[in-house]
């Protein structure tokens, strides 16, 4: 199954900007398990970590890509606070992203793929 881990870097006035990163991980452990390695790898750059998972059916956009959406269901801010749900109760905001994929047999990886913030 595929995951996306979404991760904010250094905010405030130095704010360097976001990246996505998409995962293959069996279940809601093993993703949490490679989104806490992104985050120790980069924890001294890193203020925010999302880990996103599918919501709703594959679609497809208007240049015939396939899109697949996902929605932030854990957050990690800092080592001291720890992962926590991403939602009102433990002050997060919602996060929806659409990843937007297609497949290519020119690429080593077989697919191409690129992601928006929703």
Do not use: P
Not at 86 to 115: P, V
């Amino acid at each position: 199954m595929k995951y996306i881990i979404y991760k904010d870097y250094e905010s405030g006035k130095h704010h360097i900007g976001y990246d996505y990163m998409t995962i293959e991980a069996a279940n809601d452990l093993e993703a949490l398990t490679i989104a806490e390695a992104a985050y120790n790898a980069e924890a001294d750059r890193l203020y925010l970590v999302r880990l996103m998972k599918k919501v709703g059916k594959v679609g497809k956009d208007a240049c015939g890509w396939k899109t697949q959406d996902y929605e932030a269901v854990l957050c990690k801010r800092s080592k001291a606070v720890g992962w926590h749900k991403n939602d009102a109760d433990h002050a997060e905001s919602q996060h929806f992203a659409r990843c937007h994929y297609k497949s290519c047999k020119c690429e080593a990886e077989g697919e191409l793929t690129y992601i928006e913030a929703l």
